[in-house]
C-alpha cells in the first residue's frame, strides 16, 4: 500500500531555512505527480506545492512562491521542500500528498511533520 | 487567492443526512468540475473522500456524495454514523492553476 514518511520539521528561527523530505513506498514514485501542502496548528489545509514527475512543471501557492522550492530525487523515490526566509506564519504540519488521477486532488497523504518558526 | 467558504460547523443525529456547503467564485469551483473533498479525525491526515464534484474512490462509503451548482459545492453525507463525525474540507483547482481549499466544516453526530 502506500506509504508516505516525512521528516526534517522541527523549531527553526525566523528567517532561517529548512529542508523536509518525504519518502515514498508502495507505488511508482517516478510517473506520480506530488504535493505539499500544510496546517497550521489549529487551522484549515493550505496547499503549498506541486511537482510533475519528471520536474517538468512546478506549480507554487502565492504565500511561499520565491522563498520555497519543491524538489524530487527519482532515484531515490523522494520528495523534497526547501523552506528559506522562513516567517513565523510558516508554522504548520506539512504534509507530502500523492497526487490522484489529476494533480489537483490529492489520494494519498503522510502522516505529516511539524515545523516551528519562533525565536 | 481567497479560501472557499465553509459553515464552521454542522451537526446531525445518527441516520439523518446533513449537506456542508463550500462557496467560491467564478474562478475556481466555478470555472471547472474539479472540486474534491476530504475526511480529517483529530490528530489524523486528511483522507479524499470525493474528487471531480461527485466521484468516490474505492473504499469511500455510498453515503458519502458530492454535487455542484454554479460556484457553490456540497457534500452530503447520508445515514449518518459516529465514525463520521471529523472536519470536512472542501478544496478546488483555480484558473491560476492553484489548489485551494476551504475554512473547514466541523461535523458533529449528536
Known amino acids: 500500500q502506500v506509504q508516505l514518511v516525512e521528516s526534517g520539521g522541527g523549531v527553526v528561527q525566523p528567517g532561517r531555512s529548512l529542508r523536509l523530505s518525504c519518502a515514498a513506498s508502495?507505488?511508482?514514485?517516478?510517473?506520480?505527480?506530488m504535493n505539499w501542502v500544510r496546517q497550521a496548528p489549529g487551522k484549515g489545509l493550505e496547499w503549498v506545492a506541486f511537482?510533475?514527475?519528471?520536474?517538468?512543471?512546478?506549480f507554487y501557492a502565492d504565500s511561499v512562491k520565491g522563498r520555497f522550492t519543491i524538489s524530487r530525487d527519482n532515484s531515490k523515490n523522494t520528495l523534497y521542500l526547501q523552506m528559506n526566509t522562513l516567517r513565523a506564519e510558516d508554522t504548520a504540519v506539512y504534509y507530502c500528498?500523492?497526487?490522484?488521477?489529476?494533480?489537483?486532488?490529492?489520494?494519498?497523504w503522510g502522516q505529516g511533520t511539524l515545523v516551528t518558526v519562533s525565536s | 487567492q481567497s479560501a472557499l467558504t465553509q459553515p464552521a460547523s454542522v451537526s446531525g443525529s445518527p441516520g439523518q443526512s446533513i449537506t456542508i456547503s463550500c462557496t467560491g467564485t467564478?474562478?475556481?469551483?466555478?470555472?471547472?468540475?474539479?472540486v474534491s473533498w476530504y475526511q480529517q479525525h483529530p490528530g489524523k491526515a486528511p483522507k479524499l473522500m470525493i474528487y471531480?464534484?461527485?466521484n468516490r474512490p474505492s473504499g469511500v462509503s455510498n453515503r458519502f456524495s458530492g454535487s455542484k451548482s454554479g460556484n457553490t459545492a456540497s457534500l452530503t453525507i447520508s445515514g449518518l454514523q459516529a465514525e463520521d463525525e471529523a472536519d470536512y474540507y472542501c478544496?478546488?483547482?483555480?484558473?491560476?492553476?492553484?489548489?485551494?481549499f476551504g475554512g473547514g466544516t466541523k461535523l458533529t453526530v449528536l
Open positions: 471531480d464534484v461527485s
Open positions: 500528498a500523492k497526487r490522484g488521477s489529476s494533480w489537483y486532488y490529492f489520494d494519498s
Open positions: 467564478s474562478s475556481d469551483v466555478g470555472a471547472y468540475s474539479y
Open positions: 511537482i510533475s514527475s519528471d520536474e517538468s512543471n512546478k
Open positions: 478544496s478546488s483547482y483555480t484558473t491560476s492553476n492553484t489548489v485551494v
Open positions: 508502495g507505488f511508482t514514485f517516478t510517473i506520480n505527480g
